[in-house]
């Protein structure tokens, strides 16, 4: 039976300013200036992560740290940033010095379950999750992280579960109707998927992750010009992505444009000399 309890103050890790600020224990040297220089790399550090700035969201986070190592969100969003940039065993360290300050840190547990779920200890991943549900329920995070460890383990309905109970608490969670989407589409359930998502993207039109998603529905559909219209827009925005280039391949194809498609379908296998998808279809554009 889980536990429930409430967390002492404290906001969620990735909220700018005073959130990296967030110590156990009595600094005796907390001068009022000391304080004023770690709100600014807190800060700093926030408007990078938020611009995906790695390099300098580490930067400052590890400024921070040497004046406070007793930071606990700023243990745990060095984790996230490290993670960003593929660096799963420090970014583990990393969440784990900040439950060792303060075991109850939700967003630390998650923080480490994501970890766990990259190298594969998906059962691991799940207990951190379970205990961070324990301490506070009504977040809906942890119910987010559940369900994409769910779907990694393939248990579809139990993901769909986890997502709902996010919707229920939050009806306006992108997030969460992106992942039902998703699993929607891979269910052959193309028209579910496209209402689901032209109700996200009323609430956030710019947001490419999204616009692929329906993307790829308008398509399962045979809908290319509303396909292609999501898929450049989204392209514009990430046009680093392979998986996105393949499916924009598609759309211009069946827009009657091959010789764009090839364009796509070729930037795609550059990008993914090893994708089966971008090969077979720079192949196909190319005859």
């Known amino acids: 039976m889980r536990r429930l309890a409430v967390i002492a103050g404290g906001l969620a890790a990735l909220i700018a300013g005073c959130a990296g600020l967030r110590s156990r224990g009595d600094d005796p040297a907390n001068t009022p ?15 990078a992560m938020d611009c995906k700035d790695w390099p300098l969201a580490e930067a400052e986070l590890r400024r921070l740290l040497a004046d406070d190592p007793r930071s606990v969100d700023a243990h745990h969003r060095l984790g996230l ?57 009504k977040r809906t995070e942890p119910y987010l992280a559940e369900g994409r460890v769910l779907e990694a383990q393939g248990r579809r309905d139990e993901a769909l579960a986890a997502y709902f109970r996010v919707i ?77 280039l393949c499916d924009l391949a598609l759309a211009l194809d069946a827009s009657k444009r091959p010789a764009d498609a090839l364009k796509a379908a070729e930037r795609a296998l550059k990008l993914a000399p090893d994708s089966a998808v971008a090969r077979s279809l720079s192949h196909q554009f190319r005859r």
């Not at 304080?35 to 790399?41: L, N, P």
């Not at 997030?175 to 891979?186: C, F, S, T, Y």
């Not at 490419?208 to 925005?237: C, S, V, Y």
């Open 81 to 137: 940033v490290v993670q960003a940039q593929g660096r799963l065993a420090e970014a583990e360290t990393a969440q784990r010095k900040a439950l060792a300050l303060d075991p109850d840190y939700v967003d630390a547990l998650i923080g480490l379950a994501d970890v766990e779920a990259c190298l594969g200890r998906l059962d691991q991943a799940l207990s951190n999750i379970d205990q961070a549900i324990d301490i506070d329920p």
């Open 33 to 47: 200036a000391r304080a004023a220089q770690r709100r600014q790399w807190s800060q700093s550090a926030q408007e």
């Open 168 to 244: 229920e608490h939050d009806p306006a969670s992108t997030p969460a109707m992106a992942r039902v989407a998703n699993l929607q589409l891979a269910a052959g359930q193309a028209d579910q998927a496209l209402a689901r998502l032209d109700g996200a993207i009323e609430l956030e039109p710019d947001e490419p992750a999204l616009r692929h998603l329906r993307g790829r529905a308008h398509l399962a559909l045979h809908h290319p010009a509303e396909a292609l219209n999501d898929l450049q827009l989204a392209a514009e925005r990430l046009p680093d992505q392979p998986d996105l």
